[in-house]
């Protein structure tokens, strides 16, 4: 592995970035500048829902696996192209077409030594992704990066990088978390003519698999078609009159998280 990165960088002329990236974030390279051999197009880097940076490049001609050649991730965490050695990378992330194998390593001022971090590999569908998690990196939050992919080894390797000189640049931006649902303990379970019916403890799940309390909530219920004023915290009391009895009863829930405020399905109870 450490071959492959001589070979890398050797093949390499030094040219610094001043793009701003966003997330998630798209960028090309000529696509056929390659020959018949391995070849990068598009390009997209993301903060993905599982926690990954992912590297996802289209790709043409790529070896299959069991045949020489390679695919490298370099990322430059310092910004810093005088540190690191490909691309000024401090940490390469590389697969090994031919033996499958993947590897994370980091620039200890000398040479690429193996360093602990979760990473994901998978090519297929004309495409290849990798995948590491920030703490991987040092726990980088922006990087300036470069993606290589190549048809056999060792000095007679035809090897594309993308882009072509200098390298690309990303900030990591979590993933919008918004809510899916909103999960109400109503008290008594079913509203009943002449009594009190609530909602005192309102959940939210989130996109990202966590369930909370809702931070800000507001309940909006029709009883018979016609609305119902609540009061207390959401305004998610209500008092069911006497002759409601048979009733339809509807409460629908508008929950404020992050700023943004989006209204969910009724729950519908009959009034017993």
């Given at each position: 592995m450490k071959t492959l990165c001589a070979l890398a960088a050797g093949a390499l002329t030094l040219v610094l970035p001043a793009a701003a990236g966003s997330a998630p974030a798209s960028f090309s390279d000529p696509s056929g500048d390659n020959g018949a051999a391995a070849d990068i197009g598009a390009v997209t880097a993301d903060l993905t829902a599982d926690g990954f940076i992912t590297l996802k490049?289209?790709?043409?001609?790529?070896?299959?696996?069991?045949?020489?050649?390679?695919?490298?991730?370099?990322?430059?965490?310092?910004?810093?192209?005088?540190?690191?050695?490909?691309?000024?990378?401090?940490?390469?992330?590389?697969?090994?077409?031919?033996?499958?194998?993947?590897?994370?390593?980091?620039?200890?001022?000398?040479?690429?030594?193996?360093?602990?971090?979760?990473?994901?590999?998978?090519?297929?569908?004309?495409?290849?992704?990798?995948?590491?998690?920030?703490?991987?990196?040092?726990?980088?939050?922006?990087?300036?990066?470069?993606?290589?992919?190549?048809?056999?080894?060792?000095?007679?390797?035809?090897?594309?990088?993308?882009?072509?000189?200098?390298?690309?640049?990303?900030?990591?931006?979590?993933?919008?978390?918004?809510?899916?649902?909103?999960?109400?303990?109503?008290?008594?379970?079913?509203?009943?003519?002449?009594?009190?019916?609530q909602a005192p403890i309102v959940r939210i799940r989130l996109s990202d698999g966590r369930t909370i309390l809702a931070p800000k909530y507001r309940c909006v219920a029709q009883l018979g078609g016609k609305l119902l004023r609540g009061s207390g915290k959401g305004s998610c009391t209500f008092r069911i009159p006497q002759n409601a009895k048979g009733k339809r009863l509807s409460v629908a829930f508008f929950v404020t998280y992050n700023g943004v405020t989006d209204a969910f399905d009724p729950y519908v109870f009959k009034v017993r």
């Open positions: 490049a289209s790709t043409a001609n790529l070896p299959p696996v069991g045949q020489p050649g390679f695919v490298v991730a370099a990322f430059d965490t310092d910004r810093n192209g005088a540190t690191g050695s490909l691309m000024g990378g401090d940490y390469v992330l590389l697969f090994d077409i031919q033996s499958g194998g993947r590897i994370l390593q980091h620039w200890n001022g000398t040479e690429y030594a193996d360093t602990p971090g979760d990473t994901i590999v998978t090519l297929g569908n004309g495409a290849v992704e990798l995948k590491v998690k920030p703490a991987g990196l040092g726990g980088a939050t922006a990087f300036n990066f470069v993606v290589a992919v190549a048809t056999g080894s060792g000095d007679a390797a035809a090897i594309d990088f993308a882009p072509d000189g200098g390298t690309w640049f990303y900030e990591l931006k979590a993933p919008v978390v918004t809510v899916d649902r909103v999960n109400a303990r109503f008290v008594p379970a079913a509203p009943r003519a002449g009594a009190v019916f």
